[in-house]
């Protein structure tokens, strides 16, 4: 694996959210242009830029007529070649979405495949008969429906894992395969540094049914990158809801030849009832921890974690698993110090470094996400819940909690447009980059001096992971390099608690979110300490 892979520090930026130049209400690249100081300041060495291609926006971007270019509202190639050259020139290098278990059906593949049964195109998609006049399976689609589309013009049904507008790509066909590998080259040779990979683990269908890990999974993704991917030596973090670290060990590591990593979301499902993101239960901050834990020791040598804890399918991390009414600083600087003191690649979403709660959606046509309208109607069909008990479902577990604009500065519209935003954007005193940055005891600021910290310490760089203590609220991790350690003390929860005996008691203390260094635990106190 590259050097530079393993130190990545990398920052996803959801476009349409993040700063507007030309007052559509739409963020642009000119706005993540303008805000490459502020990205350099906060020390982090690469952009994943949500999507940003042509899209009809059927599901945010995520639904990609035109695999080669920037969508309009964004701004022009130029533009991004542009946003390439200034980042290079601050050290950040750019990846980008890669989207290919499916286009959007405005595609021009899909407008070609569902003219006839013998376009040259139709088998770029999977196309089926019906089966006794019906669908051929009753699977059910992630934003409703069933997963099988019927195509009145041809007679047939295709196969679309999300929304009806965004038909599944079918990765048999090698012609598909040369297609999406000519793509990335394309983007790679451009400059880019690598992508993070769209539901990764949906790209191989087995004929049972199967669409997570099926079988030729890893003959594509070793054949994209033999084609395109290992040449430029490219990072690629793959999005693979369900993964187990055996799995993730057979998808990266050098020797793989496939990818350099993949997103583990296993603690992102606590809090939720079955993983359901509409029910909400306590969440277990002990099993959490575990969680990370599970990962660290299961991702070793060449096979790296991936650190995130928020996502533009999330809602704020702070909201979920903080406390942001009674301890919004320490709770937020707490939950990132304890993440990316570990070993890993860095992840961290837009917002999340200004420790933004969710903001506050009030009435269904405050939403725009298309998961979140589909969660509204099979909430309401259960005609188990009121109107009220189901906007508050929705606020607890909508996508858009993590997708309004980010607040730059003070005032109705936060400094992110002049115009009217697309959604609605949450401007709260003290959480606004304008503020923090002034502000020493600031989230923004803590982020800053953690990330200064964790390219600058050697055991944060390569130190071995051993987890000492996780109980009753409080763990400690250390991160060891030769007789040198960091001990990262956290205390997951409000009230007092002892300080562990194993921290060691002269130790140096780096980082913490406390003025002053206690003979005890405060809450959400959190502490890297040197030995
Ligand atoms: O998400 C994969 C996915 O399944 C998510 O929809 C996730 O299951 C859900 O949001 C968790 O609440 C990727 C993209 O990140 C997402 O934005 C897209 O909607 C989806 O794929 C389709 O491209
Ligand atoms: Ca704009």
């Avoid at 991004?80 to 290079?88: C, P, Q, S, Y």
Wanted: charged share 25%; glycine share 10%.
């Amino acid at each position: 694996m590259e050097r530079w892979h393993q130190q990545a520090i990398v920052y996803q930026i959801y476009p349409k959210s993040y700063c507007d130049t030309n007052g559509d209400g739409i963020g642009d690249l000119r706005g993540i242009i303008n805000k490459l100081p502020y990205l350099q300041e906060l020390g982090v060495n690469a952009l994943w830029l949500s999507p940003c291609y042509p899209s009809p926006g059927d599901d945010n971007g995520y639904d990609i007529a035109d695999y080669r270019d920037i969508g309009p509202e964004y701004g022009t190639l130029d533009d991004f070649k542009e946003l390439l050259e200034k980042a290079k020139e601050r050290g950040i290098r750019i990846l980008l979405d890669l989207v290919v278990n499916h286009t959007s059906d405005e595609h021009k593949w899909f407008r070609e495949a569902r003219k006839s049964r013998d376009n040259p195109y139709r088998d770029y998609y999977i196309w089926r008969d019906p089966v006794d006049g019906h669908a051929p399976s009753d699977l059910k689609a992630a934003f409703g429906g069933s997963i099988w589309e019927f195509d009145e013009t041809t007679g047939q049904y295709y196969l679309h894992l999300f929304s009806k507008k965004q038909p599944d790509l079918n990765w048999e066909n090698p012609k598909v395969r040369r297609e999406i590998a000519d793509m990335i080259n394309y983007w790679l040779d451009m400059g880019v540094a690598g992508f993070r990979c769209d539901v990764i683990n949906n790209l191989a269908k087995d004929e049972d049914g199967n669409i997570l890990f099926g079988d030729r999974l890893h003959s594509y993704l070793h054949q994209l990158h033999e084609e395109a991917l290992g040449p430029h030596g490219a990072l690629t973090i793959g999005e693979t809801w369900g993964l187990t670290p055996a799995q993730a060990l057979a998808l990266t590591g050098e020797a793989r030849g496939e990818l350099t990593s993949t997103f583990q979301f296993e603690h992102l499902l606590l809090g939720r009832i079955d993983g359901d993101k509409w029910m909400p239960e306590p969440v277990d901050r002990t099993r959490y921890v575990d969680i990370l834990a599970k990962w660290e020791d299961g991702l070793k040598d060449d096979s790296y974690p991936v650190l995130v804890m928020e996502n533009h399918d999330q809602p704020r991390a702070l909201s979920r698993f903080g406390d942001p009414e009674n301890y919004p600083y320490e709770s937020a600087t707490m939950l990132g110090a304890m993440l990316y003191g570990m070993r890993g690649i860095a992840v961290i979403y837009q917002g999340q470094e200004l420790g933004l709660p969710n903001p506050t959606f009030r009435t269904l046509d405050e939403y725009r996400d298309i998961e979140t309208f589909n969660g509204y109607k099979e909430l309401k069909e259960t005609g188990l819940y009121t109107e009220q008990e189901i906007l508050d479902r929705l606020q607890f577990g909508s996508r858009d909690c993590g997708r309004t604009p980010i607040p730059w500065a003070t005032g109705e519209k936060g400094g992110f447009t002049t115009g009217t935003p697309w959604i609605k954007i949450q401007v709260d005193p003290g959480f606004t980059a304008e503020e923090q940055d002034k502000d020493e005891r600031s989230v923004l600021n803590f982020y800053r001096r953690m990330l200064a910290l964790r390219k600058s310490e050697p055991c944060l760089q390569d130190g071995e992971f051993k987890l000492l203590l996780n109980e009753g609220g409080t763990s400690v991790y250390t991160r060891t390099v030769g007789d040198e350690a960091v001990y990262v003390v956290s205390h997951f929860a409000d009230g007092e608690a002892a300080m562990p005996a194993c921290v060691p008691a002269n130790g140096e203390v780096l980082l913490a979110n406390y003025a002053d260094r206690a003979d005890s635990l405060r809450p959400y106190e959190v502490l890297w300490v040197k030995a």
